[in-house]
């Protein structure tokens, strides 16, 4: 059977068997730690290069395994709650009337310019990507986006292209994303804007290249626009504009408070929760309804919340048998005999397949600069080189790795299974795998010259 007709079970049932090939790597891998600190540059406890040490064997039974399931679910709440409070929100919106006149105006506008919106859409979700690392917030807009790519002539992979796959190209090359290239400059003691003409450049060359891939599947897939209903309004209704803007309100808050405030995901649930229920009031519906919109929006994306707690648990076990260290020991270890260039290099998928292990880019990044950024010392390489290494191989891994229950949320309610995303993303990721070892490679010459 070839991979194009390759079909894998629900997501639900993928993640699960992770969980159950964690469980088992724990029985198989030797257990052991790494010493850690507390890091005052980014208040968070991070590794200590040169401890690595083994421990007590800790093997994770069947129903250990079973137990982190709900175990994941506690441990992403701040996340699950994101996604039911600004579902719930979207819905509310939904409701009123704002989001099918935002959609068919969108539609008047790029009907006639045939696959243009894309970029545009790109662009949006690309500097969300690089300003707060944007991927849970999509999983409610994948509805409204599902419509207006109806109404483009686009199927459900583009749909998740041009928002999942955006946002994930900025927050990989976004030389503003403070979850992963904040995290990493800094532990790297490296200053914020450092290298940054470069980022910026690869940030641009990444987003063009990705925009340049998705209009090429797009153009080769094209559909039969959605029927326009009625007369098509080029500009929004006032009404509509004042709660399209109330409802945006709390992602330009949250925006600044991530940069500025340390906010997370708890003070975006509260903004929402706030700006849906006004949203609906200042819309004509009662409390009443509002508050019934909202709880029916939040119930129709629980399976994808679900996903999200399910995915969080696979590492959660890997903890439990303290074999992440050792993961994480056994991959980067080999490298410190390797000569410089190959090292830097290999750094890039040695980063992705941790990232299988650690999906998350912030706590990846706490992991693995701590011991990347003494390797670079000793190899005489410049520090910029694991932290561009790291934001490609983890960055680009985030649209690849099923342990990314974002992604996998996403996929589940545009409609697209994973292997039909698979087939699409692998030459895109390809060619920015590329531009970061284009990347390394100028940051070497130049360390060099």
């Known amino acids: 059977m070839s991979f194009s007709t390759l079909r894998l079970p629900h997501p639900l049932i993928l993640l699960l068997a992770g969980v159950a090939v964690a469980a088992a790597l724990t029985w198989i891998l030797p257990a052991g730690a790494f010493d850690r600190r507390d890091d005052p540059a980014t208040g968070r406890r991070v590794v200590v290069a040169g401890t690595f040490h083994p421990v007590a064997a800790a093997p994770v039974g069947p129903f250990a395994a079973a137990v982190s399931v709900p175990r994941g679910f506690v441990a992403a709440a701040d996340v699950i709650a994101v996604v039911l409070f600004v579902g719930g929100a979207w819905v509310v919106i939904d409701r009123i009337g704002t989001l099918p ?10 009907r006639r310019r045939g696959l243009w919106a894309i970029p545009a859409i790109c662009l949006f979700f690309a500097a969300m990507g690089a300003l707060e690392n944007m991927q849970e917030e999509i999983i409610p807009l994948v509805p409204v986006l599902l419509v207006l790519g109806q109404g483009l002539g686009v199927d459900g992979v583009v749909v998740v292209a041009m928002s999942a796959g955006a946002a994930m190209i900025g927050s990989a090359f976004g030389p503003t994303n403070p979850f992963q290239a904040g995290i990493a400059l800094r532990l790297a003691q490296l200053p914020p804007v450092a290298g940054g003409r470069l980022r910026l450049a690869m940030f641009v060359v990444a987003l063009v290249t990705w925009i340049g891939w998705t209009l090429r599947y797009a153009a080769r897939n094209r559909v039969a626009p959605a029927r326009a209903t009625g007369a098509e309004a080029r500009t929004l209704p006032p009404r509509h504009a004042l709660i399209l803007a109330i409802a945006l309100a709390p992602m330009a808050a949250y925006v600044y408070g991530a940069l500025r405030l340390d906010w997370g995901f708890n003070e975006l649930s509260g ?26 929006g939040a119930a129709s994306i629980v399976s994808a919340a679900i996903l999200i707690g399910v995915a969080r648990s696979i590492s959660l076990v890997l903890d439990d048998g303290h074999v992440v260290d050792t993961i994480l020991h056994g991959l980067a270890s ?3 005999r390797m000569p410089s260039a190959t090292a830097a290099l290999l750094q890039i998928p040695v980063h992705a397949l941790i990232h299988l292990a650690v999906p998350s880019v912030s706590g990846q990044a706490v992991l693995t600069m701590p011991l990347f950024v003494p390797l670079a010392d000793l190899l005489r390489l410049s520090r910029q080189v694991p932290v561009i290494a790291y934001q490609t191989g983890a960055g680009l891994s985030e649209m690849i790795w099923p342990t990314n229950g974002a992604l996998m949320a996403v996929l589940l309610a545009a409609g697209v299974p994973y292997p039909q995303w698979i087939r699409f993303v692998a030459g895109g990721v390809a060619m920015s795998a590329l531009l970061g070892i284009a990347g390394i490679v ?8």
């Open 334 to 336: 080999p490298l410190e």
């Open 442 to 449: 100028a940051v070497m010459w130049l360390h060099a010259a």
């Open 271 to 296: 903004a929402f929760l706030v700006a849906g229920v006004v949203a609906g009031l200042v819309g004509g519906m009662t409390l009443t309804e509002t508050i019934t919109a909202y709880l029916e």
């Open 101 to 110: 006149a935002l959609v068919a105006v969108l539609v008047a506008r790029f």
